[in-house]
């Protein structure tokens, strides 16, 4: 008797951590994304007519055209994640921008500069996949003959090696464009990585900072405080100071009265 787990496909398990081997690849997908790219190279071999069955021409064309759809499909979702890309590089990068512009110290200026670079290379490769225009529909030539301006009567075998052929560049053409989008990936994780360093060691660059400013604070109170004390025990001295200069002038006073009294006696 059959069972359920002989049909069902394992469990995904941990695959093996190359990091030299993942970074190489990283590095040549990132290169590949900036470089300019060339046409689509047509293949040795093409799908023709005769590859089709004249029996199985209805499940052949409804599955042509499914495919052909999947890979416009396709092409349009990887613009739009392109876009979105664009959307968090521009606001890390905005964010980045504001910090630049505060007292940094720096290793925090040069963390900040290395990770908007990064940023903006992959702000420039996201571009890439916006505005796809190497695609391949089915067109007025598919019918038409340009060279003798007639009608080319075709039938659905016709059309079934329009679309598989034109499916196929299509997919070419969206393996390529998810490989530039993956760079940009990289170079955002990458981007994301440097960033929260700088942001890290501008909080702890700061905090140093404002604990100097109360060491410098709390000794300039002290030092007020010092002089204050001085200012106030000099006074109180000075004060002192006359207070028995105006004693020792009225007990002159007294002695020279004393004084002449005496002599003015017989």
Do not use: W
């Amino acid at each position: 008797m059959a069972e359920l787990k002989n049909y069902l496909f394992e469990n995904i398990k941990i695959g093996k951590l190359k990091l030299y081997s993942r970074f190489k690849g990283s590095f040549i997908l990132i290169f590949h994304s900036l470089l300019p790219h060339s046409f689509p190279i047509e293949p040795k071999s093409k799908i023709t007519t005769d590859s089709i069955d004249d029996k199985d021409i209805e499940v052949v064309y409804e599955s042509s055209l499914e495919i052909y759809k999947s890979s416009k499909e396709r092409i349009k979702t990887l613009e739009s994640k392109g876009f979105n890309l664009m959307t968090y590089i521009s606001a890390i990068t905005a964010i980045l921008f504001f910090l630049l512009n505060k007292d940094l110290d720096l290793v925090s200026k040069v963390l900040v500069i290395v990770s908007i670079s990064i940023l903006i290379l992959a702000l420039l490769i996201s571009l890439r996949c916006i505005g796809i225009k190497t695609q391949k529909a089915l067109f007025i030539d598919s019918m038409f003959d340009f060279e003798t301006e007639k009608l080319i009567s075709k039938n659905k075998k016709h059309i079934c090696t329009a679309l598989i052929n034109n499916t196929l560049f299509n997919q070419n053409v969206a393996d390529n464009t998810a490989d530039i989008l993956k760079a940009s990936r990289i170079l955002l994780f990458y981007g994301i990585i440097l960033s929260s360093a700088s942001f890290i060691s501008y909080f702890i660059s700061d905090k140093e900072v404002i604990k100097t400013n109360k060491m410098e604070l709390v000794n300039s109170k002290y030092i007020d405080s010092i002089y204050n004390n001085y200012k106030a025990t000099n006074k109180l001295e000075f004060i002192g100071l006359n207070e028995k200069i105006d004693s020792l002038k009225i007990e002159l006073n007294k002695i020279k009265s004393d004084t002449t009294q005496k002599e003015k006696k017989p």
